[in-house]
Every structure is written in C-alpha cells, then in structure tokens.
C-alpha cells in the first residue's frame, strides 16, 4: 500500500518536463536579484540557529537577493529580524489540513514569484518540507536526494536532487553540514557563527537589567526538551551555590515550557533565589546573555542563543556529539564525560568557571 502510495504522489507531484541549466550555471540563469525560499518548518530552535551559515553563504554570493524563510511559529523569534533574511512566513502544521489555511499559505508562496525553493536537512528529511517547496511555484526546486548514505524516497518533488552528508560518521559542525544542499550551485560560506539580531531597544533593556549589579553576572539553563540533555538539578544547585559563595555572582535562569517543574525542583536547593527569566523574547535574552559575564546551559536550544553572543558558555553534553553541535567561536566551551551526561561531576563544571573568571581577571589587569 505504501509503495502505491508513493508511485500516485511521484505522478502527481513529479516537475514537468523544462530547461535546467548545470548545477554550476543555475545562478547565472536565475541572476544576481533572484528570489529564494529556505523552507525550515521543523520547531526546533537550535536547528535553525544552525542554518545561519546556510542564510549568510546565499547573502554572501548574492547579496542583491531576496530570502525568505518558511518556519514555525516557536522560531519566529529566533530568525524575524535576522540581518541575511528579508521575510519570514510562518507555517503551522495544526492547521496544515485546513482548506482555507493551505490556501492562504501557498496564495503567499505564489505571490512572491520565487526563482529557487531549497530543502536544507541534517538530521532527518520531513515530507512535509519537501511539499510545500516542490508546491510553492518556485521555477526550480532543489532538495536532498539523500542524507547520509540514505536515499530520500520524496526527491522525485526536486528539480536538482543532492546527496547531503557522509554516512553515519559524518563528524562535521551541523553548520558545516547543511550547506552541503547548496555547495555544487558554488554557494558555501566559512563562516559558521550563529548569529540573532539584537537592537539598541534590547541592549538597553539587557544594561538595565544589569545596572545594580557588582559581583559576577551569571546565567544558567537548567531545562531541554529531551530528557537525556538535562544534567541533575542537584549538580546545578551545587555550581549555583558556588558561585553565590565564591564570587557573589548574580544569577539568572532562563527557563521554557519545558522547565517549569525543574525550576520547583531546584529553587529549595539554594542559598539565595536567582532571577527567572520565562517567556522572554529571544532577542532580550540574547541581549542579556551577552551583557553577562559566563552563560552555562544544557545541550538545548537556548545553548545556541548564547553561542551567538560574545559571551563565554559552558555547554554541558550527554549522548550528542558536541563536535557536531556545540556553538562555533571564541569562548565557546563544552564538558562531555562520558554517553550520559551526569557522568559530569560538580567540579568539572567548577574547575571551568575558575578557569574562564582567572582568565577575564588577567585581562581586565592588563
């Protein structure tokens, strides 16, 4: 039944038959102020803090270009004010069955007359991605014809069909990896940094909510969305503690729907009750984060707000490789142990903090 399935949507959806110029010449048929789609719908925040590199390497070769995102709502924040995209169109999946929705949705699509729509992927390859670009009425659709040795089965939808990936040991930074979808067009940038557009609104806002504050500015991330990401409550406590007792840090916890009975667990814990950042815009929390002094966080979304900062982080692994996914930059730091990641002890993460506050110490006497 499945494969009937797929041989119906291939007669469906298959392109019609056109002119595609090589992949080395595409964009220089399409020209200099072509008009591209990135369709990254997934609700993944870190996920598209890492496709950056993808925005910035398209704006880098065409910089009279327009882009445009598709993604969900929970990453509006994340990329509406990016400096390398010129619109966002939020898609909801909920209401991807509702006649008049889908309409409205791809009537915006089609509206826009895009020159190019791209199915960038990492770590897995969504059907319903793969949809809405093959249906935006981009004149070509390019998507991955594979992801790490496995063979999409919906890349009848692309025009250009690219194998994205080596195979299960692909150690490369996920920033590295998901422009693998555009190298053959000749588009790939170096640069691999995240990157959240902070206002002088924000840094306003972050220096004021600062502005009593003598010992040491601190804040923690102590949630994930997976269970296996989040290191012990207890162990936070500690290092909180710590650093009330040691350097009369101030303390902040940005804390998601996710977190909010980790934050019941952790508040009789310790010595002093820090400040709770919840439901913040990310772009305040980013401005926050790099007003501070050291930014510690769970292998989670928030981990990529702060590595698109300045500000030194100490990012805590389990089971994900840390090659692959910790923020690329100066003072970028991660402690992995061991495959679970409370095999962190206490004073590994302490050890660290001594080390970077010994460092900006020096610095600040020089």
């Not at 019609?16 to 110029?21: A, E, I, S, T, V």
């Not at 929705?101 to 992927?121: G, R, Y």
């Not at 588009?187 to 909510?209: C, G, M, P, Q, Y």
Request: with cysteine; proline share 5%.
């Amino acid at each position: 039944m499945k494969k009937l399935i797929l041989e119906l949507l291939k007669f469906i959806l298959k392109p019609k038959l056109k002119y595609l110029p090589s992949e080395k010449d595409l964009l220089k048929h399409i020209g200099s102020r072509s008009r591209f789609l990135i369709v990254r719908q997934h609700n993944q925040l870190g996920d598209m803090l890492l496709s950056n590199s993808l925005f910035r390497a398209i704006k880098e070769k065409l910089p009279e270009s327009f882009l445009c995102v598709v993604a969900s709502k929970e990453n509006y924040d994340a990329i509406a004010s990016n400096r390398y995209i010129d619109r966002v169109i939020l898609f909801d999946k909920k209401k991807f069955w509702n006649p008049i929705s889908i309409i409205n949705f791809f009537k915006q699509l089609h509206e826009l007359n895009f020159d190019v729509a791209i199915v960038p992927v990492t770590v897995s390859i969504s059907f319903t991605s793969c949809l809405i670009a093959r249906l935006s009425g981009s004149k070509f659709v390019i998507g991955p014809k594979s992801l790490d040795g496995k063979p999409n089965n919906y890349s009848f939808m692309f025009d250009y069909s690219i194998d994205v990936g080596c195979g299960e040991n692909d150690r490369r930074h996920i920033s590295e990896k998901i422009q693998d979808i555009l190298k053959p067009f000749g588009i790939f940038t170096e640069d691999l940094s995240e990157h959240i557009l902070v206002n002088d609104e924000d840094r306003r806002f972050a220096k004021d909510f600062f502005s009593e504050v003598d010992g040491k500015k601190v804040g923690l991330h102590i949630g994930a969305g997976k269970v296996p990401n989040r290191w012990n409550v207890s162990k936070f406590a500690e290092v909180i503690n710590y650093l009330y007792d040691k350097y009369n840090s101030f303390i902040f916890l940005t804390i998601g729907h996710w977190d909010e009975e980790l934050l019941k667990q952790i508040l009789p814990l310790l010595n002093r009750e820090p400040i709770i950042l919840k439901n913040y815009p990310l772009p305040k929390i980013a401005a926050i984060i790099d007003e501070a002094d050291l930014f510690i966080s769970n292998d989670t979304g928030i981990m990529h707000v702060a590595g698109s900062t300045k500000t030194p982080l100490i990012a805590l692994f389990g089971p994900t490789d840390p090659e692959i996914w910790v923020p690329v930059g100066e003072n970028k730091f991660y402690i992995k142990k061991g495959a679970s990641i409370d095999d962190i002890q206490v004073d590994d993460v302490i050890k660290l903090i001594d080390a970077i506050f010994s460092q900006q110490k020096e610095k600040k006497e020089k």
